[in-house]
């Protein structure tokens, strides 16, 4: 394995990504909306295509603003026909994304031959060449991507920590949090936005499927190891950067010992999150299925007899 600095960056971009998706996924698993990070990452699709033509340029701020608008409008969609049209939130989500994700593959398809936008490139993305893309700061060349998913990343540590009382209230209570004065629709609507800006930043350098993984299997791991929300959010984040770092290297390894040339980071990333929740799905003091059988088989006095 020849280790580079190429490999350094994108580690640290696949941690920063994984880290920034981390954080607002564990609100989303409480609040039983895991799947809403998967309607966002798909809907933003035709964003991207009416930034296109409305601004002629693939430029990063319009595409950015595009994308963000059409992952926010796919909350709000979805919490609308929830609401007014007496549809199960699941069904709400799957009815928007799949739309919006048809009108973008169609709005693509006839830019095709006038701009590089590639729905491939979305799902999957290209993490393997954002240490290619740099800005210059103070005379060191920094990856764009890092730069980028880094900010996002102190963008939601900054929300999280100043509203952290109100979004854990009306995780857990959201009448309750309306009585105290904290308008859980507000919350609401503020954590779509923090999960749609945070999508939309990751997906361009990592794709929408690691960041779908990212949402929600490093939560979904946490939620299994702890009850505490600080302790799960702080795990939620570990984990993530977890598999940012064991993904990356499984790529430049695993390959190998199938007889492949190669494997893309960002799969492997997301591979690696599955096998950590499977561990702790097995294996969590509390809540592991091999821990309990092993006290119920203590508690019991033994394995139970064979016959």
């Not at 930034?51 to 609308?80: H, I």
């Not at 799957?94 to 919006?100: K, P, S």
């Not at 791991?221 to 302790?231: E, F, G």
């Not at 770092?245 to 494997?263: D, K, R």
Request: proline share 4%; aromatic share 10%; net charge negative.
């Amino acid at each position: 394995m020849n280790w580079t600095s190429f490999d350094t960056w994108i580690v640290v971009i696949g941690s920063l990504c994984a880290a920034a998706c981390a954080l607002p996924g564990c609100f989303l698993v409480l609040r039983k909306m895991s799947m809403m990070g998967d309607a966002i990452s798909h809907a933003v699709l035709p964003g991207l295509a009416i930034a296109f033509y409305l601004t002629g340029t693939r430029a990063s701020l319009p595409m950015f603003l595009g994308a963000a608008l059409a992952g926010l409008l796919t909350a709000l969609f979805t919490q609308w026909i929830t609401r007014f049209g007496n549809v199960d939130r699941g069904a709400a989500m799957g009815i928007v994304f799949t739309t919006l994700f048809a009108i973008g593959l169609l709005l693509i398809r006839q830019t095709a031959d006038h701009v590089d936008l590639d729905p491939g490139c979305v799902l999957y993305g290209a993490i393997e060449l954002t240490p290619l893309d740099t800005l210059s700061i103070g005379g060191f060349a920094i990856p764009r991507a890092a730069l980028v998913n880094g900010t996002i990343l102190l963008v939601n540590l900054l929300f999280l920590t100043l509203l952290y009382k109100e979004f854990k209230l009306s995780a857990f209570d959201p009448d309750l949090a309306d009585t105290l004065g904290y308008s859980s629709q507000f919350l609401h609507y503020l954590l779509m936005t923090l999960v749609a800006v945070t999508t939309v930043a990751a997906f361009e350098s990592v794709g929408s499927i690691i960041v779908i993984a990212m949402l929600i299997v490093p939560p979904a791991t946490a939620l299994l190891l702890t009850r505490d929300l600080l302790k799960m959010l702080l795990i939620a984040v570990a984990v993530a950067v977890l598999a940012a770092v064991t993904g990356h290297l499984g790529a430049l390894v695993v390959p190998g010992w199938f007889g492949f040339e190669s494997t893309t980071s960002s799969g492997m990333i997301a591979l690696a999150s599955g096998l950590i929740f499977l561990i702790a799905w097995l294996f969590s003091p509390d809540q592991g299925i091999v821990t309990r059988r092993f006290r119920d088989d203590l508690a019991s006095g033994g394995p139970s007899p064979q016959c």
